[in-house]
């Protein structure tokens, strides 16, 4: 089961981190992927990170922006979202792959999938 929280409303240029919340085996095998979903669209892959942290993949629209990170011993993952845009606007999903490296970025790749939480970016 994966839980996110830390979703909120911000100004755009703000910073909002995300968590993710594991319970269950087998967390540290899987890559850990990150989605969201804005409003009337398709569900989007946004970045993901290997089993070891070794591996970081991230759409262009958020590279240098977005940084996500794990924490296997906690069963943590979290994406830290910088310079905020109102269209990061989404709700934002995190996902394991069971294929934890190389790093895929198809929603069907990933098996197990949280409840979303969502970021509102306006000023």
């Known amino acids: 089961q994966l839980v996110e929280s830390g979703g909120r409303l911000v100004q755009p240029g703000d910073s909002v981190r995300l968590s993710c919340a594991v319970s269950?085996?087998?967390?540290?095998?899987?890559?850990l992927g990150w989605f969201r979903q804005p409003p009337g669209k398709e569900r989007e892959f946004v970045a993901a990170?290997?089993?070891?942290?070794?591996?970081?993949y991230y759409i262009h629209t958020v590279k240098g922006r977005f940084a996500v990170s794990r924490d296997n011993d906690r069963k943590m993952g979290w994406l830290q979202m910088n310079s905020l845009k109102p269209e990061d606007t989404a709700v934002y999903y995190c996902?394991?792959?069971?294929?934890?490296?190389?790093?895929?970025?198809?929603?069907?790749?990933?098996?197990?999938w949280g409840q979303g939480t969502p970021v509102t970016v306006s000023s």
């Open positions: 996902a394991a792959d069971p294929l934890g490296w190389p790093l895929r970025n198809r929603t069907d790749n990933y098996h197990y």
């Open positions: 269950g085996r087998g967390f540290s095998s899987h890559a």
């Open positions: 990170i290997s089993w070891s942290s070794s591996d970081e």
